[in-house]
């Protein structure tokens, strides 16, 4: 079992930065990659960045030159910061790691409210 704690969202103005974190436990020598999904209110969640535990980072077309993912020097823990945040961020964002055989494991969220 993996436990994913994230830390870091709250309210920015449009314009502004944000740095999420998010911190892995228990059996996390088994995760391949971790990233970040996020869940607006009325639509569906969607993967906005991830790296693989080679460094491979990934990220949704809207964020892209916006946002960057990185692994915090450990092997468990991951950041993405956020710039140039738009209104259309604002969202529930959840860590997520996922295993060499699909399994998917998620944090609890932290919300992200960006004001235009």
């Known amino acids: 079992q993996v436990q994913l704690v994230e830390s870091g969202g709250g309210l920015v103005q449009a314009g502004g930065s944000l740095r999420l974190s998010c911190a892995a436990s228990?059996?996390?020598?088994?995760?391949?990659?971790m990233g970040w999904s996020r869940q607006a209110p009325g639509k569906q969640r969607e993967l906005v960045a991830a790296?693989?535990?080679?460094?491979?980072?990934t990220y949704l077309g809207s964020v892209e030159g916006r946002f960057t993912i990185s692994r915090d020097n450990a092997p468990n823990r991951i950041s993405l910061q956020m710039n140039s945040l738009k209104s259309e961020d604002t969202a529930v964002y959840f860590c997520?790691?996922?295993?060499?055989?699909?399994?998917?494991?998620w944090g609890r969220g932290t919300e992200v409210t960006v004001s235009s």
């Open positions: 997520v790691a996922r295993t060499g055989v699909g399994q998917a494991y």
């Open positions: 228990g059996s996390y020598s088994s995760i391949t990659s």
């Open positions: 790296i693989t535990s080679g460094g491979v980072p």
